[in-house]
């Protein structure tokens, strides 16, 4: 391969002779390189295919999901996929996620992150070549372009040509299809945090909160700017990701590689056919360049601007069917296969590329943490208690010598129907409780109440202890008094003369 620096960077510079003594610093004429527009060409095989198949499901997941119903009940609402901020609820069909189990939502987003690692180690950027938003709506404009401007050579003559009524009629009716599915963008993004149907006429009657004007005026600002006219510039320029993943790849990772040692010396069907010993099976038709949706050349080796969407594939397989040679010179390959292919050897076959230490290790992780989620989710208990103890004053004295101590308790009800809880003590001998909305008198080991669904309720609560008790740790235990019968426990200190709290 011509450039085997990962990053396309090129080293040679490095062993240049330093600028003689006294001469001015060399400083470089351009920071920034001119974009050159990409028009890729229109290509149809296995690997396109496979990526309509991805951009219809991303983006339908991503269109559709706010407006699936999924009845929860009277009490919390019937959007499949909601982020509450208001109740600060998480939703996701049969699943509720309340602030204090924001772990789950951690675990998910550490998942998503091994789950890079692990397809990066095992199929290169198959994440950015195929379900990345960057590249799944830049694909999108792509054919919006298409379809208003035509195929690659008709867009690169329209490019040239002067502005005139035909061009501008074209931009103007173009970019106001990019504006509508920037705004579409953005108005579906905001779905996800509020009741859709309710949202989208608050919307257009103008009472939807500030915020959500706000939003979708940045998403489709950004959806319209990015995807529309910045395209690979965002790949290679501004994500990080390409970066990272550099340092994740290894020599039995998949790439998309063009095999040099086949195809090389490149020569047209003309002249390999007058001279077969000299030419290799690269015809130097461009096609691979022509579709590529960064507007690189593969042939120059591995490159930061390659998303491995596989296109070049598609186009070069097609071109090898038609002079007659085997499909493959470009190929989805391992560094450590080519030198074996190169060699004469036979490559290992995939699933030993996929199944490797390191790609299983990726996996268990992922796979374990996935599965100590649904272990939580299974056996989580729908009810929860926290206590605050009063801290000024810590205790009182009753008159005939009692400390009393004063704790705010929380009580979740994380069912969607009211429950009948009893809270108790555990520990602190002879102690009684009791709460502002019962009579002193009522005092005893336990009380019982009704928590409304779905909600969390602030109980002022009062435990008094016999005269003498000395200062100790004891607990409240809330139960649910219903076929669950489901309990949480908060320990906490009882405060008393002898010892400051
Ligand atoms: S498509 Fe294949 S044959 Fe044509 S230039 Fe690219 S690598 Fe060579
Ligand atoms: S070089 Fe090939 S795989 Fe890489 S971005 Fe271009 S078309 Fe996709």
């Not at 011509?2 to 006294?22: C, H, I, K, Q």
């Not at 789950?104 to 198959?126: D, E, H, K, P």
């Not at 969390?456 to 607990?475: D, K």
Request: aromatic residues 12%; positive net charge.
């Amino acid at each position: 391969m011509n450039n085997p620096d990962p990053l396309g960077l090129d080293w040679t510079n490095l062993s240049a002779p330093p600028p003689p003594e006294g001469a001015p610093p060399e400083v470089p004429q351009k920071f920034f390189e001119k974009r050159k527009a990409v028009h890729p060409q229109r290509i149809d095989g296995p690997f396109r295919r496979f990526k309509w198949l991805v951009m219809l499901v991303t983006l339908g997941i991503y269109y559709v999901t706010p407006w699936i119903r999924w009845d929860r009940g009277p009490y919390a609402p019937d959007q499949a996929v909601l982020v509450d901020l208001a109740h600060r609820r998480f939703y996701m069909f049969g699943i509720e996620i309340w602030p204090h189990e924001f772990y789950f939502v951690a675990g998910l987003l550490i998942m998503a992150g091994i789950g890079l690692f692990l397809v990066t180690s095992a199929v290169g950027r198959a994440w950015c070549g195929y379900s990345c938003p960057q590249t799944v709506w830049t694909d999108v404009f792509q054919h919006v372009d298409r379809f208003v401007d035509g195929d690659r050579n008709a867009r690169m003559r329209l490019d040239k040509a002067p502005w005139g009524p035909s061009k501008i009629a074209r931009r103007a009716f173009k970019w106001t299809i990019y504006l509508v599915i920037s705004f579409w963008t953005g108005g579906a993004w905001i779905m996800y945090f509020a009741d859709a149907p309710t949202l989208t006429a608050d919307f257009w009657t103008g009472q939807a909160a500030p915020v959500a004007y706000i939003t979708v005026a940045i998403l489709t600002a950004t959806t319209f700017v990015l995807g529309g006219f910045m395209r690979e510039q965002v790949c290679i320029y501004m994500c990080p990701w390409p970066r990272i993943q550099a340092a994740m790849l290894d020599e039995k990772s998949l790439l998309v590689t063009y095999k040099d040692w086949r195809g090389e010396p490149r020569g047209s069907v003309k002249k390999s056919a007058k001279n077969p010993d000299n030419f290799g099976d690269c015809i130097d038709c461009n096609q691979c360049v022509a579709v590529c949706p960064t507007g690189i050349d593969i042939r120059e080796g591995p490159q930061i601007g390659c998303i491995t969407c596989a296109l070049c594939i598609d186009a070069c397989d097609r071109v090898m069917k038609e002079v007659g040679r085997p499909r493959g010179l470009i190929d989805y390959a391992t560094l450590e296969d080519c030198t074996r292919e190169a060699a004469g050897e036979t490559p290992r076959p995939v699933w030993q590329t996929l199944l490797r230490p390191r790609t299983l290790v990726y996996f268990s992780i992922w796979a374990g943490i996935g599965l100590g989620l649904m272990f939580a989710l299974g056996t989580r208990s729908r009810t929860d208690l926290t206590v605050a103890a009063d801290r000024n004053p810590p205790f009182m004295l009753m008159s005939d010598g009692s400390p009393r101590n004063a704790f705010t308790l929380k009580l979740r009800n994380m069912q969607n129907r009211q429950r009948r809880m009893e809270v108790s003590l555990s520990g602190l001998p002879g102690g009684v409780v009791w709460n502002d909305r019962m009579a002193r008198t009522d005092a005893a080991r336990s009380m019982t109440l009704t928590v409304a669904a779905d909600s969390t309720q602030a109980l002022r609560t009062y435990v008094l202890a016999p005269p003498g008790t000395a200062p100790q740790v004891f607990a409240f235990v809330l139960r649910s008094l219903d076929a669950e019968g489901e309990s949480a426990r908060s320990e906490t200190r009882f405060a008393a003369p002898g010892e400051a709290r």
